[in-house]
């Protein structure tokens, strides 16, 4: 049985990690998210269009979750997509599950687990696939949310004993100057890396019809964008 992690007072945290490449990814363009248990090569993401999920834990915590603690607990949690064969890995930001492509270590999603307590999911392969078709929200993209949204907060509730409130994102983000989104991205930011949209809100209990409720809102910014 795990020792319950109780969290100091004041004040709250409410941004989380801050963001090195665009508001999706917490890394920098080309840095190593772990090594490939097979080839002990680097496993790297490329930063290009996504939509990633972010669970904050709004008060900081006594005590930081070790990494070597992250990487007992988090295999059976997953990627932040579907992989048959995830690799488990630490790295700089704490410990991370990762899919990697079927030819290469290239990462194509990623549930990053910070010693913070924080957690950051990072898919590119849906988001490549579903830009084609002018970023309609594809059934796979909502299971993978939906699905992770529930699982990253059974992590919080049931093998870090973290509890709410949390800041809970969601977003969608992409080069502005990529192809597949120009009729969004002329309407965005000229920065090489933008938003499409994102969605934030502050969750006070595990509650199933809550976390439906936030990514229902999330999801109608999307397809209120393409009307």
């Known amino acids: 049985m795990f020792s319950r992690l109780k969290t100091c007072r004041p004040p709250p945290i ?33 930063i290009r269009q996504a939509f990633y999920l972010r669970v904050i834990p709004q008060w900081p915590l006594c005590l930081m979750v070790r990494s070597d603690r992250l990487l007992r607990l988090i295999p059976l949690f997953g990627a932040f997509g579907e992989c048959l064969t995830p690799c488990v890995t630490a790295n700089a930001y704490g410990a991370a599950v990762l899919a990697l492509s079927e030819s290469s270590t290239c990462v194509v999603s990623v549930s990053q687990y910070l010693e913070t307590g924080e957690i950051w999911g990072i898919n590119t392969e849906i988001a490549q696939r579903d830009s084609g078709n002018g970023w309609v929200v594809s059934l796979a993209m909502q299971n993978i949310i939906l699905a992770s949204l529930g699982l990253y907060l059974e992590f919080m509730e049931k093998k870090v004993n973290i509890g709410p409130p949390f800041l809970v994102e969601a977003g969608v983000a992409a080069f502005s100057g990529s192809n597949s989104l120009e009729a969004f991205a002329r309407n965005q930011s000229s920065e090489a890396h933008s938003h499409i949209i994102r969605h934030r809100a502050v969750l006070t209990k595990f509650d199933r019809k809550l976390q439906t409720l936030f990514l229902l809102r999330f999801f109608d910014k999307i397809l209120a964008l393409q009307k």
């Not at 963001?19 to 002990?40: H, I, M, Q, R």
């Open 14 to 46: 409410l941004a989380g990690a801050c963001p090195k490449a665009g508001a999706a990814f917490f890394f920098n363009p080309g840095e190593s998210l772990g090594k490939d248990s097979v080839s002990n090569a680097d496993c790297i993401m490329e």
